[in-house]
């Protein structure tokens, strides 16, 4: 289960750029795989003036949809298989370590550590390979759904996989 350090900047009463969070950020309770949400900002916009915490939401489909930029880490063991699914987002991914099996419909790679990724809105699933666990770090931003192509209704909830 992933437990990180995680550190967000802010500013002081005097405008003085200063540490806002300095702890541990679990994965959120009820995510397979594992997510930890490390930021989210209120709109696709951030405000850099806030200073409350941003990163109790549970994962689902309709909260990558939302226009708001998301920060998070997700950790799969050997075996996991997470389902299809597809949102309306431009992810941003970086394997921080093991294999992942990023599978498309028509087509399909093979990440590791140090490997990156953007999905522009495609259905995918993810699977690890091998006998270690992975970590996948990415940034999702909101993007305009793909006339004939994004079709997000039908899409399993985020969170369903098989082990």
């Known amino acids: 289960m992933l437990t990180n350090r995680r ?12 540490i806002l969070f ?11 795989p594992p997510v930890s949400l490390i930021w989210a900002t209120d709109g696709l916009l951030a405000n850099n003036e806030t200073t409350g915490e941003t990163c109790s ?7 990558f949809n939302e226009h708001r930029a998301k920060f998070f880490l997700m950790e799969m063991n050997p075996g996991d298989v997470y389902d299809w699914h597809q949102t309306n987002t431009i992810d941003f991914g970086v394997v921080i ?15 590791g550590p140090g490997d990156l990724m953007v999905d522009r809105g495609g259905r995918h ?6 006998d270690e666990p992975a970590v996948l770090a990415a940034v999702i931003l909101p993007a305009d759904p793909i006339p004939g192509v994004s ?9 369903s996989a098989t082990r």
Do not use: C, R
């Open 7 to 18: 550190v967000v900047t802010g500013h002081n009463a005097d405008g003085k750029s200063n």
């Open 22 to 32: 300095d702890s541990t950020i679990d994965a959120l309770p009820m995510a397979f």
């Open 57 to 63: 939401t549970p994962p689902s489909v309709e909260f």
């Open 97 to 111: 370590s093991g294999t992942l099996i990023l599978t498309l419909e028509d087509g399909e790679v093979v990440l």
């Open 125 to 130: 699933k993810w699977g690890v390979v091998g």
């Open 151 to 159: 079709d997000v209704q039908d899409t399993p909830e985020v969170g």
